[in-house]
């Protein structure tokens, strides 16, 4: 394992930012970015040993500084939407930056994914890891109070990326971080996702409207084209005539656990039939979000590929949209005194 600082070049208005490279021999490699806590790489073995980067991303950190996909990055200070940016803590309302239409995505246009974090530890040995530290003020992005949110990214002997956040407040807030990296099993380049398979310990998912905002509680998938509780293509129903995949242009909805208890359980699996990929996803948190890339568009990423619509999918560990405004769902309210906790683990096998 090697942790090897390199400086980034970025614009002269944004902090200095460096990449590390967390490695382990004959496992996994990472290369984190300290601007946005952006996964840049991670390197998987197939199953005749060789290594491939299965993240979708940009050569250098320059492309990080307008990361409008979100491509790799840590966001906060709440995954997913809130409807028309309206936030309601403890009866006082507070308006929120508007960045997805009328509505709030992942913490607004200047979220943690547009901010440099701040390195505070980096261990060396079986399972290296890199703690990163974010102290976002009073009124950022329209929210209450000064949040302290803390990351650490971990390669495991269980060959897993390890993410575990922790976040505590000065006042009371919301509080629902995630990951947003777009996997391809078969290499970042590799092209459509539609033929991995894919498994989710789901019986429900939330019905959202055209904007992505939630219509109403959980749905039972049976009978529907979100019905991943055996392994299925991603793209076996995806053309189906069903009003919510209209409303979200393919998968892009946030799916209940089953059994949530807030331990870490298995919520996802998914397997790429070419290179033998298996990534097993387990979490403590109550929903996982879908989304296909369907909005990718074609952007330019790395060693000259272009990235088009569903050719990296994301499986983002969180709580439900719109939970503020939803006291149904499970509260993502953060109070002095608490601690918000999170894990979320990736784990790479091959068939």
Known sequence: MTIDPARAEVAPTIDPVDIYTLQQPGGLRARILTLGGAVMTLEVPDREGRLVDVVLGFDDASGYQDNRPFL????????????????????????????????????????????????????????????LRLVSRDGDEGYPGTLQVDVVYTLTREHALRIDYTARTD????????????????????????????????????????????????????????????????????????????????????????????????????????????????????????????????????????YATRTGFCLEAQHFPDSPNRPEFPSTRLAPGETYRQTTEYVFSNE
Not at 73 to 83: D, E, K, P, V
Not at 125 to 130: C, F, K, S, W
Not at 248 to 255: A, L, P, Q
């Open 171 to 306: 006042r009371p807030t919301v509080a629902n971080l995630t990951q947003h990296s777009y996997f391809n099993l078969g290499g970042h380049a590799a092209g459509s996702i539609l033929g991995h398979e894919l498994r989710l310990w789901a019986s429900r998912f939330i019905p959202i409207d055209n904007q992505g905002i939630p219509t109403g509680g959980p749905r039972p998938v049976r009978g529907t084209p979100f019905d991943f509780l055996a392994p299925l293509p991603i793209g076996a129903r995806i053309e189906a005539d069903d009003e919510q995949l209209q409303s979200g242009v393919g998968y892009d909805h946030c799916f209940a656990v089953d059994g949530w208890d807030g331990s870490l359980r298995a919520v996802a699996e998914v397997v790429e039939p070419v290179s033998g990929r298996r990534m097993l996803v387990r979490s403590t948190e109550p929903g996982l979000q879908l989304y296909v890339g369907t909005h990718l568009g074609g952007i330019a990423g790395k060693r000259g590929a272009r």
């Open 72 to 131: 790799g990055a840590l966001i906060g200070r709440y995954g997913n939407r809130i409807a028309r940016g309206a936030l309601r803590v403890d009866g006082r309302l507070y308006q929120l930056a508007a960045n997805d239409g009328p509505n709030h995505l992942h913490g607004g246009p200047g979220g943690f994914h547009t901010l440099p974090w701040e390195v505070r530890a980096v261990s060396d040995g079986p399972e290296p890891t890199l703690a």
